[in-house]
């Protein structure tokens, strides 16, 4: 009875609020006022109060929020674990064996897997290796911007 009484002076107020707020012609932040002063009202009206005053001094309802949080820090929990060791036993299996065949030991760029290489000689082209070639792509890249 206090929590409808209570919701129904707030939608009252908000309406005198949002009147004023018409009158010193700020049509759109009025409307927007009684949308909001509204809402108390009808949150008694379809018994969305009464249920929370229900739920709130209602043990069974707490004892069942005390579990809904328990379950999540459980779900949390494991994820953290999850993410924290790199996804499931198959999937670091996968990991571990996609990591090894990733790189050649004297390649410059990543192998993609069985394909064709360029037998043109372009720009994208690996080098041979030597010390002097490492670094040459590099420095033309600073050179292009000035650094």
Known sequence: MIAETVC????AAG??????TAYRKRFLAAAR????????VGLVMTGVVGW???????????????????????????RA?????????????AARGAAADAVAPTA?????GP???????SATAPRA?????DFSDIEAILKKHGI
């Open 8 to 11: 129904s002076a707030a939608s």
């Open 15 to 20: 309406l005198g609020i949002a009147v004023v």
């Open 33 to 40: 006022i009684a949308a909001y002063a509204l809402v108390p």
């Open 52 to 78: 929370i005053a229900d739920t709130a001094f209602s043990p069974t309802a707490w004892a069942g929020f005390g579990v809904l949080g328990v379950a999540w820090l459980i779900f949390a929990g494991t």
């Open 81 to 93: 674990v999850e993410r924290r060791r790199g996804g499931t036993r198959a999937e670091r299996r």
């Open 108 to 112: 410059s760029a990543p192998s993609l």
């Open 115 to 121: 394909g064709k290489r360029q037998a043109t000689g």
């Open 129 to 133: 290796t030597g010390s002097a070639d």
